[in-house]
């Protein structure tokens, strides 16, 4: 099957930097605003820049969740980036109420206990501590990624592969389970590393 | 751990990118400039951050059109995360650099206005924002500082009440404190500025203005409530002056990611 890759737009997310990020690595890619056409597709980027609350309302009151659903039950490869991987979780607080997400994993998205008076938000580049599975292909263990957010999700369920990053206390970085990918951090704005893992999903086959 | 931050800033105005020395700018080129001949592409290599911002007062769709066009090649080119910034005075100009690229945008002149502030923390995140703060010794009372917006060209309040009154209760990802007295100057950046701001903030703290040697990076990246330092200093840092600095970082003790470069792409 021919590869078809669509970063989508959901209306709110950074899709320039993945766009770039995506067409430097020499793939085809399109830029998709309509959920019923998702299904079109062996491989999808949900990039990440916004609000939790503000990105589950859209995806919510479109047919953006059961397309992805959908997509997702065909073993269409899935990449959420940031606010794109929270929403991957059961739910999130960011936004001043709890707003529900896809669901593919297990967890609730909130804001980093702040016992120790960390700084808010985790901006910078930090450690991922990964699972060395096959999308992690070359890259070294513990190699730093560029992070910017203030909500995290702290644990899930045993059965998903996670990558895990340290910010006063150890929260999940990186999740997969089959055809369904997601980093807390942004990939496309993490040097040659990041591209790496991008290069690594949009060979899956 | 989390990583400190080395942040490079390029100043765009009129179709080229400049040199500031005390808010008074140098014309030096266009972005292809910069790649051909000061090793830009190698500099991104070595920063964790890059910040591009429009210097002009009250700049037009056009000039932001013409910024936005330059920003594009770097973004083409280079995959490091980038903040935006430069007449922003709405939630639609925020959006508009977003569109473009911006991973988080910059806020100078309106960062008082708080129910800007609120309105973009709602649809892209507080860490999406963050606020520069020009600052400047008062004329007649030296230990007085003040806080310019405009370009430095409009004297706010008192950098203590603006502190007080806005910083602490505004909603934003980080702040920049910016020195326009050592703006450019390459004699270091104003590493007292931080005791002021040892307890209150809440949000990541950079410095900038001065920087002209790796020394003076490493100086400030030190300072315990310090998350970055960032610099404008094109010609003192472009080229391998930024490698150079994260290596003075590193041998003073100072915590910074260490890229990997022998990634097979």
Known sequence: MKKKIAILDIGYGNIASVINAVDYLGFEQKVEKDPNNIKNYTHLIIPGVGSFLVNSEIIHKNKWVEEIKKAANKGVYIFGICVGMQLMFTDGDEGGKTSKGLNFFSGNCKIFNNKKKLKLPHIGFNEVEHSNSKIW???????????????????????????????????????EDNNIFASQFHPEKSHKVGLKLLKNFLSLK | MLNKRIIFALLFKDGFF?????????????????????????????????????????????????????????????????????????????????????????????????????????????????????????????????????????????????????????????IILNSMDNDGNGMGLDLQISKQFKKDLKSPLLLMGGAGKPKHIAEGLKLKNISGVVTANLFNFLGSGLEKSRETSFNSGVSLAKFEKKIEL
């Open chain 1, 137 to 175: 292909s070359g890259i070294p263990n513990k190699s730093s990624f560029y992070f910017v957010h203030s909500y995290r999700i702290k644990s899930t369920e045993n059965k998903f592969k996670c990558g895990y990053t340290i910010y006063g206390e150890k929260f999940i970085s990186f999740i």
């Open chain 2, 18 to 174: 400049h040199l500031s020395r005390n808010f008074r700018l140098q014309k030096v080129g266009d972005v292809n400039w910069l790649i051909n001949n000061f090793g830009f592409g190698k500099t991104c290599d070595f920063i964790d951050e890059l910040v591009c911002i429009l210097v002009k007062k009250n700049p037009t769709k056009k000039d932001k059109i013409d910024f936005l066009n330059q920003i594009k090649i770097i973004r083409k080119k280079f995959f490091v995360p980038l903040t935006i910034g430069g007449g922003i005075t709405c939630a639609s100009d925020a959006k508009y650099y977003f569109l473009n690229g911006a991973d988080k945008i910059l806020i100078n002149s309106k960062s008082s206005d708080k129910k800007l502030l609120r309105n973009i923390s709602n649809l892209w995140g507080e860490q999406s924002i963050t606020i520069m703060v020009d600052y400047q010794k008062d004329q007649n009372i030296k230990k007085d500082l003040n806080v310019y917006i405009n370009c430095g060209s409009k004297k706010f309040m008192k950098l203590n009440e603006f502190k007080n009154k806005i910083l602490n209760n505004i909603t934003c990802g980080e």
